[in-house]
């Protein structure tokens, strides 16, 4: 099959997903579209009126998303979710290029695109208005430029897909390891010892590490610039919902996080340090217990951080995880799932087995989150379960 019918089929899909929402949100008691995409177009809404997006509660982005959004209000509310659907296709190209490049098969090229434009996830998730999408094109944009040499550019790419959501800061050792290591093989310096001790190999050494230097200045003065111009338009308001709130940031609902129950049950008090006393004068501890999780929630990350930054880990052990944060790894599967099925050591089984549970295990855990949400029952506990439950099951899929 060429990769441009399979462009062409997944785009007719999105249209009529686009034009099913439309009818769904008007007639059907639950929406289609995501309420996230409603803060979009509010903050939209505002910048259009000459304000600020942070005038809308909830905005916590960057203002470039509300400025993307303006077709929503000059022309008609579904531009952004064609935005959206749009950016899937172009993350499509991009992904074929990457693979092709790497010396994939076309037909392993093809199952790729597959996976990534008829996923339920992708699909749904871009055409009922998720923005996570627009960082993919801008992360595999900034893959095609360090394959190809483009330090400045990937650098520029990286600065701006900081900027747009804050997530992807987690690759940059990532980066500067290839960049190193691509210099010095270039250089011939990664082989032998007794080379990079002599004077001449360690300036030649020096040299190769230019675009380790140019990517670190692009991407700082790209990040830079826009940060600075934001700042004089929305002042420390942008500051605070566009990268601090990260963290700080409380989900009690819509997270699949083990984090979300002591944050559900701190939620709305004032001070978790206080230490209230029961009649029998013992000190109740719990108040305690929920500080300290607090304070650790970002120390596996870290860990990662530092050790292996993988995405899919990043978002399993984060503290706020939503269907959203999906697509920042299934982005890049396409990429490794046919290096994965050239190798003897991983069993497609396995894969299969892993993947089955992965989704077996989301959908025990919207079965609770529906009990919750939607019908107001007090299964909290359970739902926590469910949370652990999936914690395991990408666990289990990753090793």
Not at 136 to 151: I, N, R
Not at 195 to 219: D, K
Not at 248 to 273: E, I, W
Not at 350 to 371: K, M, N, P, S, T
Request: charged share 10%; hydrophobic share 50%.
């Amino acid at each position: 099959v060429q990769p441009w019918r399979v462009l062409l089929l997944a785009g007719i899909v999105r249209a009529l997903l686009i034009c099913w929402a439309e009818y769904q949100d008007r007639h059907l008691p639950v929406k289609y579209t995501d309420i996230d995409y409603v803060v979009f177009t509010d903050a939209a809404r505002f910048v259009a009126a000459g304000g600020s997006p942070y005038q809308r509660a909830t905005y916590r982005y960057s203002p470039l998303l509300a400025y993307l959004l303006l077709p929503n209000i000059w022309l008609h509310p579904a531009c952004g979710k064609v935005l959206f659907s749009v950016a899937d296709l172009a993350a499509a190209r991009l992904m074929h290029l990457l693979l092709i490049r790497g010396g994939t098969s076309r037909q392993r090229c093809t199952a790729a695109l597959v996976f990534w434009l008829f996923n339920p996830y992708t699909a749904t998730i871009s055409t009922r208005g998720s923005c996570d999408v627009i960082s993919v094109v801008l992360l595999l944009c900034l893959l095609v430029g360090l394959l190809y040499g483009k330090p400045l550019t990937s650098g520029a790419l990286y600065g701006l897909a900081v900027h747009f959501r804050i997530y992807p800061v987690i690759y940059g050792p990532s980066i500067v390891l290839f960049l190193m290591r691509r210099a010095l093989r270039h250089e011939g310096l990664d082989r032998t010892d007794n080379a990079v001790q002599s004077a001449a190999a360690a300036a030649a050494a020096a040299a190769a590490l230019l675009p380790v230097g140019l990517f670190g200045v692009a991407a700082a003065t790209t990040f830079s610039l826009l940060g600075v111009v934001f700042y004089k338009l929305y002042g420390n308001t942008f500051l605070h919902e566009a990268f601090l709130h990260h963290l700080t940031r409380k989900d009690p609902r819509h997270n699949f996080s083990p984090y979300y129950y002591p944050v559900y049950l701190s939620y709305g008090q004032a001070n978790t340090t206080t230490y209230a006393t029961s009649s029998s004068g013992c000190v109740d501890s719990s108040p305690l217990c929920l500080m300290l999780a607090s304070q650790f929630q970002f120390f596996p990350c870290l860990c990662l951080f530092f050790s292996s930054p993988q995405t899919w880990c990043f978002v399993t052990l984060n503290k706020v995880v939503t269907a959203q944060y999906f697509v920042w790894y299934l982005s890049l599967l396409p990429l490794v799932l046919p290096a994965l099925a050239a190798q003897r050591a991983v069993r497609r089984t396995a894969l299969g087995v892993g993947g089955a549970a992965w989704v077996a295990a989301q959908l025990h855990w919207l079965a609770w989150a529906y009990q919750v949400e939607m019908r107001g029952r007090s299964v909290h506990l359970h739902l926590w379960a469910a949370c652990i439950v999936f914690m395991a099951a990408n666990t289990a899929l990753l090793v």
